[in-house]
């Protein structure tokens, strides 16, 4: 498949009537934490304040780290997570989980933090009514990386995930260990024997086995299932997910140990069969009491690559035997695990199988449920932003115009919407409406001398229908 060299950043669509409006934070790449409205004007920049995520509070905080693990001897290890002001005045840091001492570098207290965090007061990190996270006390859940060894595994050394639970003043009161789990993840002799022998080795510190790559954490909250008896829901239990081993999992916040699982194979009961193959996944979370469909699971289903299992033409050596060269995003019952909503290919509109490939990010990604119902997803690898209704209208897109210095595309790892008055420190802006344009007719200035006015953008990104879009320009040098 091929794409265009030129295509619009920012809004490129915004039905003011249909959607859920408000702020939208995201990491502009290695600029670093950015907060529009719902025309794509900044509104804030929080310079050097990576994201992993960012998250925005109530009150105009931020969460995110400042500080990266050289990558030689760490994989995605933050050094620090941090709350700052709206001035981007620290209030709050974390950075005492393990203390590193880097062959050349200078010896420091690291977090370690990866992917996700959970402040006290919100189970999810966004935005649900009546659940707002605290910005001056409460405990904080992170989700870290440690090295170790577990033979049971592999002999090669772990990156392995944590979660801890950290006070206010940054005492760990609770560590959750995923090796330690091994035996209740459910690996068949196949993907045990590809683990043991490739546990997904990274070169970073002389060789370590990223095996699971979970990408997400974060608690319950209250639930009908548990309301109803049902003790594997209890609010103060932990969902997570992993990227590499296709697994989705919740653990008593209790016991430690693993209550409600699926994966890491989707071929064992008709249920998972109907639910299909969940591979790459990210954000796998329970919708808050609050929000429609509260109690269903909403996850990202990447497609890309990721499990472990028998060899294939595609894993000759059973590593990442599992493929799809699309996503979707899913909203399930845990119970029945039935289908309840849904955006894929065919949602979005696409000619299936043939253009598929249009709605799809092999990597990061993300989604939330909205007051209003609707959804905002993060498709991460292209920086596209899209907020969808009930019925997969797409009413919000917006494309981020940063792109990586290093790694020289516009990703966003996982974006986040909040209303208007978690932000006091601005005005709420003026909502404009950003008409659809029609890609059929439409061409950038100078291609086509037949139509009298053209509008002055960048051009179109045809290999995504609702992308091919921008916003109209009436001045002189487009007559």
């Avoid at 934490?33 to 025309?39: E, G, I, R, W, Y």
């Avoid at 880097?102 to 402040?119: I, L």
């Avoid at 917006?398 to 919407?417: D, E, L, Q, T």
């Avoid at 960048?458 to 290999?463: H, L, P, S, T």
Wanted: one cysteine or more.
């Amino acid at each position: 498949m091929s794409y265009p060299s030129v295509y619009p950043t920012g809004v490129t669509v915004y039905n003011p009537e249909k959607c859920w409006s408000g702020y939208t934070i995201f990491q502009a790449r290695e600029q670093g934490a950015m907060l529009v409205d719902m025309n794509g004007t900044e509104v804030n920049f929080w310079k050097g304040l990576h994201g992993f995520p960012n998250k925005l509070f109530p009150g105009g905080y931020v969460l995110g780290h400042l500080g990266l693990r050289n990558n030689a001897f760490g994989m995605q290890d933050q050094t620090d997570l941090v709350q700052v002001d709206w001035e981007g005045n620290i209030v709050w840091k974390f950075d005492q989980y393990e203390y590193i001492e880097d062959p050349g570098e200078k010896p420091q207290w690291m977090a370690r933090q990866h992917h996700d965090y959970q402040r006290t007061g919100n189970p999810v990190g966004y935005f649900v009514p009546g659940m707002e996270p605290l910005t001056d006390s409460g405990n904080t859940l992170i989700l870290c990386h440690k090295n170790l060894k577990n033979t049971k595994i592999s002999e090669k050394v772990l990156l392995d995930d944590t979660i801890i639970e950290v006070d206010w003043e940054g005492n760990i009161l609770w560590e959750w260990t995923c090796s330690e789990h091994f035996d209740d993840l459910g690996f068949d002799e196949a993907a045990k024997n590809i683990l043991s022998r490739d546990p997904n080795m990274r070169a970073a510190g002389g060789g370590m086995g990223d095996w699971m790559h979970i990408n997400s954490m974060s608690v319950l909250g209250p639930n009908k299932w548990y309301d109803a008896g049902d003790e594997r829901f209890h609010p103060d239990n932990i969902i997570w997910d992993s990227r590499e081993a296709n697994i989705m999992a919740i653990i008593s916040k209790a016991t430690g140990k693993i209550v409600w699982k699926i994966g890491p194979e989707y071929d064992k009961s008709p249920e998972l069969k109907k639910l299909g193959w969940l591979i790459g996944m990210h954000h796998a979370h329970m919708i808050p009491r609050g929000l429609p469909g509260e109690g269903n699971i909403l996850v990202f289903d990447n497609g890309g690559w990721a499990g472990y299992g028998l060899p294939n033409p595609m894993a000759p050596k059973g590593a990442k035997n599992a493929w799809r060269d699309y996503s979707r995003v899913l909203e399930f019952d845990p119970t029945t695990l039935k289908i309840v909503w849904q955006y894929t290919p065919a949602e979005a509109g696409l000619v299936q199988p043939a253009d598929s490939h249009r709605f799809y990010s092999p990597f990061i990604s993300g989604a939330q449920r909205l007051p209003n119902g609707n959804t905002l997803i993060t498709e991460g690898s292209g920086g596209r932003l899209i907020e969808v209704t009930a019925q997969h209208e797409i009413v919000w897109e917006y494309i981020s115009p940063y792109w990586g210095k290093y790694m020289k595309m516009n990703m966003v790892y996982r974006a986040y919407r909040v209303p208007y008055e978690w932000v006091p420190q601005v005005e709420k802006p003026v909502e404009t409406a950003v008409k659809r344009i029609d890609v059929t007719t439409f061409r950038v200035p100078g291609a086509s001398l037949e139509r009298k006015k053209e509008v002055a953008v960048a051009g179109v990104m045809a290999y995504q229908p609702s992308m091919a879009l921008c916003i109209a320009d009436d001045s002189e040098e487009t007559k």
